[in-house]
């Protein structure tokens, strides 16, 4: 770690990356015969957690904790603070993937696809702050977005073979 570094230390004793991510999921495959093969597959994976930093000479007005943006060149004060922030996210993806492979004469057709629902939460807040206004709740929010994905893909394929080891995808 001294001259090709890989990780980023922690700087602040209080630190924290507290991430839960189980992974569910659920196989299925039928030889139907010699030739046909179905498979699915379900899938869940879930998410939450946050992680917990102090960042030294921040911008107040990046961290809400400011209606504008102040600077010493216009004469007023220029708002930089310590902070501690907490960046928090909570997601989950689910989805099926479906195959189906059949072999005719010299050909091995195969079709498939993915259909996946993603959904998100992230947030931010500032836990403490050296400039932190008193009308201001206790957690000041400074981001909050929400993600929503939906994909489908499907895809078909012909292998064909002409023996002594030579085949065409």
Do not use: C, M
């Not at 059949?102 to 050909?107: E, F, V």
């Amino acid at each position: 770690l001294e001259s090709d570094r890989r990780a980023n230390p922690l700087t602040w004793s209080g630190e924290e990356d507290r991430f839960h991510q189980p992974h569910f999921e659920l196989h299925n495959d039928w030889q139907i015969d010699s030739g046909r093969r179905l498979g699915n597959t379900l899938f869940l994976t879930k998410g939450d957690g946050y992680y917990e930093q102090f960042r030294e000479d921040r911008d107040a007005f990046e961290y809400n904790l400011v209606d504008s943006p102040i600077y010493e060149d216009g004469g007023g004060p220029n708002y930089r603070t310590d902070l501690t922030r907490r960046r928090t996210v909570d997601e989950w993806d689910a989805g099926w993937i479906p195959s189906f492979e059949w072999a005719a004469d010299a050909h091995r057709f195969a079709f498939g696809g993915e259909l996946r629902l993603h959904r998100s939460h992230h947030f931010a807040d500032v836990r403490d702050a050296l400039v932190y206004p008193a009308e201001l709740p206790q957690y000041q929010r400074f981001y909050d977005y929400k993600i929503r994905k939906n994909a489908l893909t499907a895809y078909l394929k012909d292998r064909v073979e002409f023996g002594s080891g030579l085949a065409l995808d």
